[in-house]
């Protein structure tokens, strides 16, 4: 994976990062492919999508070394603000941090060097061409020291990953109560399956943002988009639960990719959470993925009704960095004030 095109760069340790060409974007798809610390959420082609339906930039920023081998980078959903070009979180994507390719190399100092020196790298490239950036990094990337050594911000976030199971073995790992709810729903004659109907599961989404008092993170039209260009690249599972009498009540749509599965989004209908579908739907969904899957990441430990019911269902808490970078004060007293008048926070 050898690549040296691209106009600007800046070099230091060794490494150097530049934006990459669109022609490039396959062998940054490979890296994430690769790399455990990559997720789906930054794919080419994913964000290429997201973008032309939000109205924001796609740039993906690579890191090589002297002999043009990509180690790292990170794809960026870029907006302009006034005069300020901004890296901003993008959104219903859970994240969007530093991709680092490990070394073959068991030597564990060699290890946290390469990824101290190539976060270092790409750190120093954002700073410069960009006002603001803001990056959720998967929990297997565990050092960003070299950005704090840099100056910016690193707060924590959390998620729960369990394990997939057929449907006996996951009803013994939850708790009394959780198995309980499910089989109130199993002796109700729920059903829950795969489905390609989005159409079905639209109104359910917009009813369970609408219940919350909160906006929906994509609009229907765009969450359906971005539904059909997974399926298309083979990452999307919908499942649907319906009630005996064939109603949708509960939905769920799972994206995969060589890692792991993402719970990324997940509607009931208001007259079905007391029948404890929510618990059946996803419990059956996670059986279902038994033969394609191991690791379910439900990205969802940091709200406390959300976090009390996967930890019922399995779920083993792990960490994710969050690091931010923003050089405007003026751009800084902007993201105040729009908190305080109770605006949309970009943060």
Same mark, same amino acid.
């Given at each position: 994976m050898n690549m040296t095109s691209g106009a600007e760069q800046i070099t230091g340790k060794g490494y150097t990062a530049r934006c990459l060409a669109p022609e490039e *974007?396959?062998?940054w798809d490979a890296l994430i492919w690769e790399s455990p610390?990559?997720?789906?959420?930054q794919t080419s082609w994913w964000l290429e999508a997201l973008c032309r339906l939000t109205g924001a930039r796609l740039e993906i920023v690579g890191c090589f070394d002297r002999k043009g081998m990509l180690w790292g980078g990170c794809a960026l959903y870029v907006r302009r603000t006034g005069p300020w070009k901004r890296a901003l979180f993008p959104p219903a994507c859970p994240y969007n941090g530093m991709v680092v390719r490990r070394r073959d190399t068991p030597n564990y100092r060699r290890q946290m060097v390469h990824t101290l020196e190539v976060t270092d790298a790409l750190a120093s490239y954002l700073e410069r061409h960009y006002a603001e950036t803001l990056h959720a990094h998967r929990w297997e990337l565990t050092?960003?020291?070299s950005m704090s050594w840099r100056g910016w911000e690193a707060a924590?976030?959390?998620? *729960?990953?369990?394990e997939t199971a057929e449907l006996g073995q996951l009803l013994r790992n939850v708790t009394r109560t959780r198995r309980r709810t499910f089989e109130r729903a199993q002796g109700l004659g729920y059903c829950c399956q795969a489905d390609d109907d989005i159409s079905a599961?639209?109104?359910?989404?917009?009813?369970?943002?609408?219940?919350?008092?909160?906006d929906t993170p994509l609009n229907p039209s765009q969450l359906e988009t971005m539904y059909r260009v997974a399926a298309e690249h083979g990452t999307a599972r919908l499942?649907?639960?319906?009630?005996s009498a064939g109603e949708p009540v509960s939905g769920l749509i799972v994206l995969l990719d060589p890692h792991r599965c993402y719970t990324w989004l997940f509607a009931n209908h208001p007259c079905s959470l007391r029948d404890g579908v929510p618990t059946f739907t996803i419990l059956s969904a996670i059986a279902a993925l038994a033969n394609e899957v191991r690791t379910v990441d439900h990205a969802s430990a940091n709200y406390p009704q959300l976090h009390r019911s996967v930890l019922e269902e399995g779920g083993i808490l792990k960490p994710v960095l969050v690091t931010h970078y923003n050089r405007s004060r003026l751009l800084q007293c902007i993201h105040e004030m729009s908190f305080i008048l109770g605006g949309e926070h970009a943060r």
């Open positions: *974007y396959p062998a610390t990559g997720t789906l959420f050092d960003v020291r924590l976030r959390f998620t *729960y990953e369990g599961f639209l109104p359910l989404y917009r009813a369970t943002y609408a219940r919350h008092g909160l499942f649907i639960t319906r009630s």
